[in-house]
């Protein structure tokens, strides 16, 4: 059986890290990934792991691809404080690791099912969302984005049957502060591809993702949460394209 290392990149994570953990445990190393956290993440973890690293953090994928490496062992299950190992998806993880793949393939889409605002969402244009989290780590990195960057495999990508189960939501501030973060980001990935900013971003761009994922995506079936969701889109790309016409100008 093959033997795997479970990272867990945190920033204080306090309100989530103990039940991630718990999801993991049956890795055969638990590794945490800090972003110097400020509250009990830290304390939390070592109940569970000796294997803590701290980075100040600068972005998602720099901070994976340099944990990556660290792990002990070549097959990684990334799982983010907000996610959870289900006990369906633990015993395929664990029967693939007994029988590894012998037709090259080095990474695992994972669905997820989330939930937001106390709701699962089941339409939102969530419902078909995935990351591959289950590599070997020879095989594997991250792209260099700054926003959702996804991993680069050398080799073929399946597909796990069961998925994570995805809790995003804290509160609506701290959602919209995330979002506010990632349009920050966003700006300077977008600067390399993006052309003159004109009406077509402002107002075409925002208005067409709402509509996508509240009608084309079906948001409306899942009620205000769909509504909510919807809006927030809408809100992301406008903030986007706002923070890149700031970022070209010199300005916050």
């Given at each position: 059986m093959e033997k795997l290392t479970a990272i867990i990149p945190t920033g204080n994570e306090e309100h989530n890290i103990r039940e991630v953990l718990e999801s993991v445990s049956f890795a055969d190393e638990i590794m945490v990934v800090d972003s110097m956290s400020t509250d009990q993440t830290v304390a939390i973890a070592k109940e569970f792991t000796d294997r803590i690293i701290q980075r100040p953090y600068h972005y998602s994928a720099s901070q994976k691809n340099w944990a990556i490496p660290q792990a002990a062992h070549e097959w990684i299950l990334l799982v983010d404080a907000d996610e959870r190992v289900t006990p369906?998806?633990?015993?395929?993880?664990?029967?693939?690791?007994?029988?590894?793949?012998?037709?090259?393939?080095v990474a695992y889409w994972i669905y997820r099912t989330n939930h937001f605002m106390g709701k699962r969402v089941r339409y939102s244009g969530w419902q078909n969302d995935k990351v591959i989290r289950l590599f070997r780590k020879s095989k594997c990195s991250y792209e260099d984005k700054m926003?959702?960057?996804?991993?680069?495999?050398?080799?073929?990508?399946?597909?796990?049957k069961n998925r994570f189960h995805h809790n995003t939501y804290i509160s609506l501030n701290s959602h919209?502060?995330?979002?506010?973060?990632?349009?920050?980001?966003?700006?300077?990935?977008?600067?390399?591809?993006?052309?003159?900013?004109?009406?077509?971003?402002?107002?075409?761009?925002?208005?067409?993702?709402?509509?996508?994922?509240?009608?084309?995506?079906?948001?409306f079936r899942d009620g205000v949460v769909g509504?909510?969701?919807?809006?927030?889109?809408?809100?992301?790309?406008?903030?986007?394209?706002?923070?890149l016409w700031l970022y070209r100008r010199g300005l916050k």
């Amino acid at each position: 059986m093959e033997k795997l290392t479970a990272i867990i990149p945190t920033g204080n994570e306090e309100h989530n890290i103990r039940e991630v953990l718990e999801s993991v445990s049956f890795a055969d190393e638990i590794m945490v990934v800090d972003s110097m956290s400020t509250d009990q993440t830290v304390a939390i973890a070592k109940e569970f792991t000796d294997r803590i690293i701290q980075r100040p953090y600068h972005y998602s994928a720099s901070q994976k691809n340099w944990a990556i490496p660290q792990a002990a062992h070549e097959w990684i299950l990334l799982v983010d404080a907000d996610e959870r190992v289900t006990p369906e998806l633990r015993e395929e993880i664990i029967e693939i690791l007994k029988n590894p793949p012998t037709n090259n393939t080095v990474a695992y889409w994972i669905y997820r099912t989330n939930h937001f605002m106390g709701k699962r969402v089941r339409y939102s244009g969530w419902q078909n969302d995935k990351v591959i989290r289950l590599f070997r780590k020879s095989k594997c990195s991250y792209e260099d984005k700054m926003v959702h960057a996804e991993i680069i495999a050398d080799g073929k990508v399946g597909f796990l049957k069961n998925r994570f189960h995805h809790n995003t939501y804290i509160s609506l501030n701290s959602h919209i502060t995330k979002l506010n973060r990632y349009a920050t980001w966003q700006a300077r990935d977008y600067d390399k591809k993006t052309g003159r900013l004109h009406v077509y971003h402002f107002v075409i761009k925002p208005f067409w993702g709402f509509f996508k994922h509240y009608v084309v995506q079906m948001g409306f079936r899942d009620g205000v949460v769909g509504l909510v969701i919807s809006y927030m889109h809408s809100y992301a790309i406008w903030m986007r394209y706002a923070k890149l016409w700031l970022y070209r100008r010199g300005l916050k």
